[in-house]
């Protein structure tokens, strides 16, 4: 393991260093919760948050992102793409995986999304190790730690964190603060801390694991378990909302009150809602909650499962936390075992 060490003082200065040339989102407090928001100084950031209200993803992949602006009288439209530089900055192993299978999904078979391309090109990426919360299972899906997909991974030893370079300009930036490189006791330290993190981790499946929940999924498609489901799930669509990985978007042409000029917008949306399935001929062929929800859960770990070669759940638990009747991946998959 490649290293430097951080005190917490260099820590700030690598922050300091950063906001001279790029935007920096990190985890700030949002009353009881927390969430990644664009930071002013060093001290918004909380290095000992649980999970955030919404993925990262939306600074890459925003809520509602425009596309192109058109102007009708002139039958011209001009794409838009947001080059601003941007840090993201403590992230946990589970959302730089998640990170990772957006990359994928808006470049593979040569079909770029150079909307998605332009924003991820100028953005750099910090990760932060942690330990689980009370939600999480990313042991079961293979996402417990990052092995890369990130510039700069930070490890708390003590006081200190141990700064694992992932990229030539993650390590550009920690010789430029000066950063000392890691001795041996260091890298000890960080593997201690890795191990113990290990051991935290009690939320996870029983009978199956990453490589195998693709054939639980084949195999119970008309478990009854999916109809029980359906007397809980509201398909509110809240996990939806705060997954790391959803990526389905609707797209929207608005025209301004000129009636001439307009913009065409991306906008997320997600497979629990009633009207995503339903098609021209107003036939909806995910009619019942109880198809949606098994569609959601077989997409996370059976139908992505040959491009991304891992499930696409990472295991972060947002989709839990968010859920009104805490409908649980976990709990699914370990009813189905059963």
């Not at 993803?57 to 080059?83: G, H, I, M, Q």
Request: charged content about 30%.
């Amino acid at each position: 393991m490649q290293g430097y060490i951080l005190t917490m003082d260099s820590l700030r200065n690598l922050v300091q260093e950063l906001m001279k040339t790029y935007k920096v989102v990190a985890p700030v407090k949002k009353e009881t919760r927390f969430d990644f928001c664009e930071i002013e100084k060093f001290d918004d950031i909380r290095l000992d948050y649980d999970t955030s209200i919404l993925p990262p993803k939306k600074y890459l992949s925003p809520p509602v992102e425009t596309l192109l602006r058109f102007k009708r009288s002139e039958n011209k439209a001009e794409p838009v793409f947001d080059t601003t530089p941007v840090v993201l900055f403590g992230l946990h192993p589970c959302d730089i995986k998640g990170i990772k299978h957006l990359d994928q999904a808006f470049s593979e078979n040569n079909n770029y999304d150079r909307h998605y391309l332009a924003k991820r090109e100028n953005a750099l990426i910090i990760g932060l190790e942690c330990l689980p919360y009370d939600y999480c299972f990313c042991s079961s899906v293979g996402s417990t730690f990052a092995k890369d997909g990130f510039d700069i991974m930070l490890i708390p030893i003590g006081d200190s964190y141990l700064a694992e370079v992932g990229s030539k300009k993650g390590e550009e930036l920690l010789k430029r603060i000066q950063a000392k490189p890691s001795q041996e006791l260091d890298i000890k330290k960080a593997e201690a801390f890795k191990s113990e993190k290990e051991k935290k981790i009690v939320r996870r499946f029983n009978k199956v694991n990453a490589s195998t929940v693709r054939d639980l999924m084949q195999r119970t498609w008309d478990h009854k378990h999916w109809k029980e489901l359906e007397e809980r799930c509201l398909a509110c669509g809240s996990c939806n909302l705060v997954c790391p990985t959803c990526f389905c978007f609707d797209v929207q042409d608005e025209v301004h009150i000129n009636l001439d000029d307009g913009e065409r917008r991306r906008i997320w949306d997600g497979c629990m809602l009633v009207d995503f399935a339903k098609v021209g001929s107003g036939e909806n062929f995910r009619e019942h909650r109880s198809q949606r929800l098994r569609h959601r859960i077989n997409r996370k770990f059976n139908y992505l499962y040959d491009r991304f070669n891992s499930p696409t759940c990472v295991g972060c638990g947002r989709c839990v936390r968010a859920c009104t009747v805490k409908i649980d991946p976990v709990e699914i998959v370990n009813e189905l075992s059963r």
